[in-house]
């Protein structure tokens, strides 16, 4: 364990804020994050272009506050973009040069290769499932990427294995998994509301609108535009198969607890908890059963067990 | 709008053709749309290699010979979707894939995978590249950044964008624009979707499945007819009900108290009372999805659109979408009813 570390030294990420919390509730919990275990912490609204809580210039005093306390510090673009109002912020984002940025739609990516940037991530909706794609993305200036959260871990350790261009990978290892993006807005159809005047109902829902099937199983969970999994994603117990793989591990930020995960994910990668330990100790910190099917080339709802 | 190497595309004029794109799951399926007025049949190879793969469908490569000479010798086109992602292991199965497409005459490839288009334009440069839906490029910016580095010619838009934002992508790009125009409605970015991954493992990015036929399991119980998906209850008819397919999106669930189609009722999409705005906006070819469907649909939905296309291109102004149109597109419409889906912008 002790070797593996020496030799891989894991950074552990913070993931984009998916959901909509009130300002201040979003500005105190990024306060908190300054004194996190978190090495590298995500920012910026990425599912639905109306929350403003907090605008661009909002986010970039975030980003500049976790940079003092030494994050590395990345702006993450939205997911979706349909809208000229939606290229106009894609741009503004670009056209800063303090932080890196999260490309989530080739749309980002065609800007900031054309405005000669080199230096950004591209993001887990870009569809990259194998090393070809992987090395064009690198070759115009990506310098770490986002496995897609579907792709298994053999999956991922093949991709790696054939060749893959020299570039940082990162896999996401806790939270709701983002399963899908619409135009539609799930949560204002739920209030019978129409997007264009949604009167913001997500807002203070502080992990999603909880989708159950007709016999009461917790399914999806609807956040908006975007569709995640009910269960939550928890690659504790396997993340001595996820840090093969991976230099960055990411944690989504939820409603509670989000802290005391990155903690899970520290003590874990240093050797101070064994991995089924952390994983055990995780239950209190999951707003719902776990999964970790995908990693293991499973259906993604699974929580699989190794013989 | 832009700076860029494009200038826009013309506008729509009277004599502007736009294509009517129609579904061959077969090759029965094929010569019908060919011999109901397609211009262009889309299909795929009996794998993972397109996103519908199902069993008893699609074409091993002599089937296709055949449904491109049949085509050909009716100066139609034949398009081949190659619009799954492939993986390391499983790389030259796509790349053959293509080669075999090029070899047979194919008219152009459907792809979404970028490592594959370069690869198709290295090895294969006269072959003509469609960027597929599963692509996900919903701006001007994403179609122009594949136009630009792989010399894509024509792409899909995904069925997210409101009339008003198609016209904008049109505006902004020398790209030639296909969109959907009649068929079963993803309501979700097509591309973005791992619904179907997360309830069975199996997903239409890589597997070219949605909700597989294969993990699906009719029921009838004391409380009803139920449909599952992998054991996941996907909804629970009545006895006056008609009970549906259990595509995961299109089930009724449990929000808050209250059970509903959450995600989106059974419905198909049908834009033929939009065909002269879209037309104005400069769209150069209409698709009509359903690989999966019968011989008898491609018949009845080739016939009805190519008869609305004709008419639009005639006389634009004069063009009344006829009731009867309607009616034979419903009988084969899932649900039996139709939406704009987010062309129309309360859809949203």
Redesign the interface.
Known sequence: MNAMNAMNPMKLALGPLLYYWPRQATLDFYAQVADSPADVVYVGETVCSRRHELRLDDWLEVAAMLRAAGKEVVLSSQ??????S??KA?RRIVAQADFRVEAN???A???L?GAGRRDWIAGP?L?I?????????AESGATRWVA???MSGA?LA??L??GAPQIKTEVLAWGR?P????????TA??FNL???TCEFRCLGMSDG?????????P??T?NGVQ?Q?ARVHNLLADLSSVRRSAQVVRVSPQGEHTIRVLELFRESAVGRLAPQEAFRRSAECMVEAPCN??WH?????EQYVPS | MVAGLFSPAPAMTSNSRIELVCPAGSLPALKTAVDHGADCVYLGFKDATNARNFTGLNFDANAMREGVRYAHDRRRKVLLALNT?????N?SAWTAAIDRAADLGIDAVIL?????M??AQKTHPALRLHLSVQ?????Y??I???A??FGIQRAVLP????LP?VE?VIANTAVEIEVFGFGGLC???E?????S?????E?P??NGACSPGKHVRWEQTPSGMETRL?G?????FGDGERAGYPTL?KG?????G??YY???EPTSLNTLELLPDLARAGIRAIKIEGRQRSPAYVAQVTRVWREALDRVMRDIDGFRVQPAWIAELDKVSEGRSHTLG?YY????
């Open positions: 997911s979706l973009i349909e809208s000229e939606d290229l894609l739609d080739m749309s990516v065609h800007l290769t909706t569809n499932f194998n090393p070809h794609t992987l090395a064009l993305l897609p959260p579907e999956v093949e991709l294995a054939s998994l399963l899908a993006h619409s135009a539609r807005c799930f159809r739920h129409q997007k264009d609108l909880v989708l159950r099937t007709r016999e009461g199983e399914f999806l609807l569709t999994s099917g995908f080339g499973r259906p993604g709802v | 992602y492939p993986q390391a292991g790389w979404a995978d970028p490592g594959l370069a690869y692509g996900s490029a919903t701006s910016e994403a122009n950044f594949y630009e580095r069925r997210v964008l409101s934002q904008q309501v979700m970015v591309g973005r979707c791992a619904l991954a997360y309830a069975t493992g997903s990015n890589c992998n996941i209850l996907i909804d629970r999106c009724r669930f449990d929000v808050g209250e059970t959450a995600i989106e987010a912008r309360p859809w949203k």
